[in-house]
Every structure is written in C-alpha cells, then in structure tokens.
C-alpha cells in the first residue's frame, strides 16, 4: 500500500510504502516500511506522474518496481528468522489475447 505522495525541494517526489506479506503456512506476517524516490526525466513525465498521484493512483511501472526491490529482501528476512518463505500477493488475471498469423496476399501463412 502506498502513501501519499510528497514533492521535495530537489524536483524529486517521495511516495511511502508498506507491504504486508503473509508467510505459508500462516505463522507470521511480515510487514516492511519503506520509500521510494522518483525523478522525472522531463517536464511531460513530472506532470503526467503528478497527474496521476494527485487521483491516488501509483503507476503499474512504479509499483511493480518497488514490489520486485521489496520481495528479495522480504524473501531474505524470513529466511533469517527461520520463517517458511513468504507468498506474494496474487496477480490479477489479464485477457489474454488471441494472436492472428500474418498472411501474405495468397493465404499463405509465415512466422515472423
């Protein structure tokens, strides 16, 4: 879960965390705290993220990037305390697409 976002003297924005991981079997809960730090590279990109916090939402990219930082160590931490290892929060379900086969002028199918 992220907190509210902050913007700091230096043009960069810090936005707080806290994951909550439950180990399996269920015998302990791993809670870690953290922030992250975020520069825009252009001005475009600076609005567009401000944009976006400003409605509460973190951007998939910031949030996968934070959690993929966060799980190795979470993984370590309970690998230390003799925990069994900790189950990451479940992935939402995307539609999978179907792919078409491109075709050449006669219905010839390739592989590109």
């Known amino acids: 879960m992220f907190g509210r976002s902050e913007k700091l003297a230096d043009g960069s924005i810090r936005i707080g965390f806290v ?4 180990c399996n079997p269920p015998i302990a809960t791993l809670d870690i705290r953290g922030s992250t730090f975020i ?4 001005s475009e990109e600076l609005k567009e993220l401000e944009n976006q916090l400003s409605q509460n939402r973190v951007p998939p990219p910031i949030l996968m990037a934070t959690f993929s930082y966060v ?3 979470l993984s370590l931490l309970a690998r230390e305390l003799g925990l069994p290892p900790p189950v ?4 939402a379900q ?4 179907t792919r078409r086969e ?3 002028g006669t219905g010839i199918s ?3």
Do not use: N, Q
């Open 19 to 22: 994951f909550k991981v439950d």
């Open 39 to 42: 520069t825009a590279t252009s």
């Open 71 to 73: 799980l190795p160590l």
């Open 88 to 91: 990451p929060p479940p992935i």
């Open 94 to 97: 995307t539609e999978h697409t």
């Open 102 to 104: 491109p075709t050449t």
């Open 110 to 112: 390739y592989h590109v």
